[in-house]
Structures are given as structure tokens and as C-alpha cells.
């Protein structure tokens, strides 16, 4: 069974940096897409960043763009979430997500069916 894995996250101050990764664990998978989302608790789990592993065209929330950049991601390929200028409303557990099919979703959970455990990013004020 394919699996994502995140690694990265930690505890930095605001305005600090973070790299996390994503990595695939057993077969080899041609992706069409890829994503990030985070969840913090008590919330919804929302949209960070995704990118389209066939046209590289990248798509990011609101509230990280500009400070956040996806990369990397496909067969055999890390994918990564460079985050800087970190706030504490960044404060979540982040997930790695994949799908195998197209679509022109990218900010819906539901169009991803494979999903990392998550790594925690905690900025503290």
C-alpha cells in the first residue's frame, strides 16, 4: 500500500522558516496533482497549496501566498512546502496529499485520494 509521509515540521518563532517534505513509501505512483492543508484543532481542515504535476502550474490560499512556495512532487520526486515568515495562525498539523486522476480541483480535499499522517508546525508569538 502506497503511503505519504511528511517530515519538517517543529516549533520556530514568528517570522522564522520552515521546510517540510513529502515522501511516497512503497509503489511508484505517476501523480497528476498534489497538495498541502493543515488542520488545526477544533477546525476545519483547509487548503494550503497545491501543484498540477502536468501543466506545473501552482495554486496557493490566500493567506499564504507570497510566503509559502510548493514544490518538487511526482514519481520518484519529493514534493516541498517552503514556508517563511511563519505567523502563529499558521499554528496546525500539516498533510501531504496526492491524487492519481485529473481534475481541475485543487483547494478540496475530496480530489486528493492519498494523504500523508501529518507533521505539526507549531509558531509561537
Known amino acids: 500500500q502506497v503511503q505519504l509521509v511528511e517530515s519538517g515540521g517543529g516549533l520556530v518563532q514568528t517570522g522564522g522558516s520552515l521546510r517540510l517534505s513529502c515522501t511516497s513509501s512503497?509503489?511508484?505512483?505517476?501523480?497528476?496533482?498534489m497538495g498541502w492543508f493543515r488542520q488545526a484543532p477544533g477546525k476545519a481542515r483547509e487548503f494550503v497549496a497545491a501543484?498540477?504535476?502536468?501543466?506545473?502550474?501552482?495554486y496557493y490560499e490566500d493567506a499564504v501566498k507570497g510566503r509559502f512556495t510548493i514544490s518538487g512532487g511526482g514519481a520518484k520526486n519529493t514534493l516541498y512546502l517552503q514556508m517563511d515568515s511563519l505567523k502563529p495562525e499558521d499554528t496546525a498539523a500539516y498533510y501531504c496529499?496526492?491524487?492519481?486522476?485529473?481534475?481541475?480541483?485543487?483547494?478540496?480535499?475530496?480530489?486528493?485520494?492519498?494523504w500523508g499522517q501529518g507533521t505539526q508546525v507549531t509558531v509561537s508569538s
Open positions: 512503497g509503489r511508484a505512483f505517476s501523480w497528476y496533482a
Open positions: 501543484t498540477d504535476l502536468i501543466s506545473s502550474r501552482t
Open positions: 496529499a496526492a491524487r492519481t486522476y485529473y481534475s481541475t480541483t485543487y483547494s478540496e480535499s475530496a480530489k486528493y485520494d492519498y
